[in-house]
């Protein structure tokens, strides 16, 4: 499916338009890595809605990105639960390793950092998402880790397909 | 030792595909629903089971459901929370993850209570292995006729879609969680009209949450004598516990409702990491106030927790050792929900503002005499008057802090330092988890 197959294939789920901007914002946003305003355009224009509606949503969740982010959106945890077992140690590390502060991103586009509310896996905290996978019990060796498995597989790939580092058949 | 219920599955390889649930007894509840049972009857199994909602408020469920009208014009929905964004819990997810069909069940057998035929699952958006995994279980069940026209041979038709959340606290309130499914930005909606009345498109909806609906199943199977007999009659059942923060043992426990705090931090979580006492506990998400050790002895259910001063909520265990600098906690938490204020009204978005101001001064060693005064002040000002309760529990939380722990504050001021600041938890504790 492209993207408007899959925007109107959604729109389907719902007796209003309107309702499906946030999905077809997800799905954009997939396809585009962000959001920026001929897409957001687009979207209105699939959905046959007010572009104020789709701005609206656009910058009000924090999950859609209005401005372009790294291959690799590292989005560490820290609040409370990961706060108590060390985050604030892996941001300082993170923010050395990769010369930047958070919220930025390395020259090369690889990385983006960002620090994110709770993600809902305080078991295993600290936790890091990356792209749509969980990093969990993370300390500094885990991370350089992470980092060495992430460049390796940006030399081998190209960004589209790197997030989906998931079990397979799922 | 407690016999899983909820959790019965989790741990089972490929629990999470129709075979291995039904190989366990699922949809037997839901063939039982339909063809024993009219939908008034569900309705009083659950009202009889005093089964109360999971997702934070502990609203009887049975009620809520018969709040909506038996005529109406318009269809009705049924939703199901699952935006999970309370920090310190995480239980949604894991039967997500790990059980999706004990939701789907759960939402059918439900539906076919309050009479809809539609339900929209909204889940954060973070959660992207639930979402693939709760997808699935949907095709399945449409693919065995446990979803769809005309259930195993019934006239009740049922359809369920996910609709993913993307990012904001305020979505997991139920009536912000209405407009953001009809494609507006969140914020709570004026009550009345109550949801079961006038909800999603207008229409009477009931919103539940995950584990609330998973417990529904079982009442139908097992019977409501059954389920009011785990914990205590007006709060009972199996319930999850999230265990997180400076303790061995973090996870997720399925424990019967009202067990004591200390026997599931200490006994179940293992206590604190060595050498370490535990200071104090949130019992409930960063909303429950939190409660200092010498309080542990306290019940986890809906009214013991209200007696005791905090709340059950979401049943989000934080445990906070002796190590961990109080001010720093919460200042952490008021961060968040400022952070998280959807900015509809003034004592929330403002107050908010100041608050988490005052904090961070007092916090760094630049708190001025009176910062005190003003902190409590400033809870007076939002609590009672925010338009949600996402103002209250954030007031309600820093009164707790200040409450039991003011030697500390205070003592951030007169020192114009953390005392704490030197051996901050996470520091040396890195990877030394026993
Ligand atoms: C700020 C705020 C956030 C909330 N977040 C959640 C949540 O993430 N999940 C949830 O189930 N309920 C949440 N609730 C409670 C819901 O409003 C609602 O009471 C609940 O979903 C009803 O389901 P239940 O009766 O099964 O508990 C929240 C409430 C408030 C005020
Ligand atoms: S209390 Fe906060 S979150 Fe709730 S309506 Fe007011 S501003 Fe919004
Ligand atoms: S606090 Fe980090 S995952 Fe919950």
């Known amino acids: ?170 | 030792m407690f016999e899983p219920v909820l959790l019965r599955n989790v741990g089972v390889p490929d629990g999470h595909l129709l075979a291995t649930y039904r190989a366990g007894g699922g949809y037997q509840a839901l063939a039982k629903a339909l063809h024993e049972h009219t939908p008034d009857e569900i309705i009083d199994l659950v009202k009889n089971s005093n089964l109360r909602g999971r997702g934070g408020a502990g609203f009887p469920t049975g009620m809520k459901w018969s709040f909506v009208p038996k005529k109406a014009a318009k269809p009705k929905y049924l939703c199901c929370n699952a935006d999970e964004g309370e920090p310190g819990t995480f239980k949604d997810r894991i039967i997500m993850e790990r059980d999706p069909h004990q939701l789907v069940e759960g939402m059918a057998i439900s539906a076919y209570a309050i009479g809809a035929e539609t339900a929209y699952v909204y889940i954060r958006g973070e959660y992207t292995l639930a979402i693939r995994r709760l997808e699935r279980a949907i095709a399945e069940a449409e693919a065995e006729g446990y979803l769809g026209k005309r259930i195993l041979g019934s006239d009740f038709s049922f359809v369920v879609h996910i609709h993913c959340g993307a990012g904001a606290y305020i979505c997991g309130e139920e009536t912000a969680m209405l407009d953001s499914l009809e494609g507006k930005r969140a914020q709570p909606r004026l009550k009345p009209p109550f949801p079961a009345v006038e909800g999603l498109y207008a229409s009477p909806t009931v919103i539940n949450n995950v584990e609330t609906l998973a417990c529904v199943p079982h009442i139908v199977m097992r019977g409501p004598n059954w389920f009011r007999g785990i914990g205590p009659d007006k709060s009972p059942g199996p319930k999850l516990y999230c265990v997180s923060g400076q303790v061995r043992k973090p996870g997720l426990y399925e424990l019967p409702m009202g067990i004591p705090l200390r026997e599931l931090v200490e006994d179940h979580a293992g206590g604190p990491p060595p050498g370490r006492k535990i200071k104090a506990v949130i019992p409930g998400g960063v909303s429950a106030p939190l409660i200092p050790a010498l309080g542990l002895d306290v019940g986890m259910d809906f009214d013991s927790l209200a007696a005791a001063g905090s709340m059950l909520g979401s049943a989000g265990v934080i445990v906070i050792d002796d190590s961990t600098c109080i001010v720093k906690v919460a200042t952490r938490i008021i961060e968040f929900f400022h952070h998280e204020s959807c900015g509809k009204c003034t004592p929330c978005r403002e107050g908010l503002n100041w608050v988490v101001k005052v904090l961070r001064r007092v916090e760094t060693g630049q708190g001025a005499p009176g910062d005190l005064e003003q902190l409590k002040a400033l809870c007076n000002g939002i609590f009672g008057n925010t338009f949600c309760a996402l103002g209250d529990g954030a007031a309600m939380g820093l009164r707790a802090a200040l409450a039991h722990f003011e030697d500390e504050f205070v003592a951030h001021i007169e020192e114009q330092r953390c005392p704490f600041n030197e051996k901050h938890a996470g520091r040396e504790l890195l990877g030394s988890y026993g």
């Open chain 1, 1 to 170: 499916m492209n993207m408007r197959e899959e925007i109107e294939a959604a729109a389907a789920r719902y007796p209003d338009q309107r309702s499906a901007i946030m999905p077809a914002l997800l799905i954009a946003q997939k396809e585009h890595g962000h959001l920026p305003g001929p897409v957001l355009e687009e979207v209105a224009d699939i959905l046959n809605v007010e572009r104020i509606w789709v701005y609206e949503l656009a910058t009000f969740y924090t999950l859609f990105h209005t401005e372009p982010v790294g291959m690799f959106h590292l989005q560490l945890c820290d609040n409370v639960s990961c706060m108590l077992r060390g985050s604030e140690d892996l941001l300082r590390h993170l923010e050395a390793v990769l010369g930047i502060k958070k919220g930025g991103s390395t020259p090369d586009g690889l990385f983006t950092l960002s620090t994110v509310e709770c993600l809902g896996a305080c078991e295993v905290a600290p936790v890091m998402q990356v792209g749509d996978d969980y990093h969990g019990d993370l300390d500094i060796a885990r991370i350089n880790a992470l980092l060495d498995r992430l460049r390796a597989a940006a030399g081998q790939t190209t960004g589209a397909d790197l997030t989906a580092a998931t079990p397979p058949g799922e």
